[in-house]
Nanobody, 121 residues
Framework: QVQLVESGGGLVQPGGSLRLSCAAS????????MAWYRQGSGKQRELVAA???????SYGDSVKGRFTISRDNAKNTVYLQMNSLKPEDTALYYC???????????????WGQGTQVIVSS
């Protein structure tokens, strides 16, 4: 059984930084794209950043220039470095991975449980 476990959320002042981590574990054959999504109170879930297996990155318009996504394939882990945080970045941040389990012939999407980020003075 595959699990994605996020960590690193918390309370930070505007202008501050946080680094989120998401580790995938279980019977994993291959991990393809990994991504971070977020959902603020009363808002729809939105894509924050994504990274392919080859390392190509994409970002939501609201975080470009402030957030950086990276991954460590040896550790099956994806990171999100968040700088210059704003109150509007407050949300529950979810990790997503498209991966293939060893017993499977095709890939599927998996989600973490979410980690809360609060940006407030």
């Amino acid at each position: 059984q595959v699990q994605l476990v996020e960590s690193g959320g918390g309370l930070v002042q505007p202008g501050g930084s946080l680094r989120l981590s998401c580790a995938a574990s279980g019977s994993i054959a291959s991990i393809f794209a990994m991504a971070w999504y977020r959902q603020g109170s009363g808002k729809q879930r939105e894509l924050v950043a994504a990274i392919t297996g080859g390392g190509s990155r994409s970002y939501g318009d609201s975080v470009k220039g402030r957030f950086t996504i990276s991954r460590d394939n040896a550790k099956n882990t994806v990171y999100l470095q968040m700088n210059s945080l704003k109150p509007e970045d407050t949300a529950l941040y979810y990790c997503n991975a498209n991966l293939r389990e060893r017993v499977a012939t095709t890939s599927s999407n998996y989600w973490g449980q979410g980690t809360q980020v609060i940006v407030s003075s």
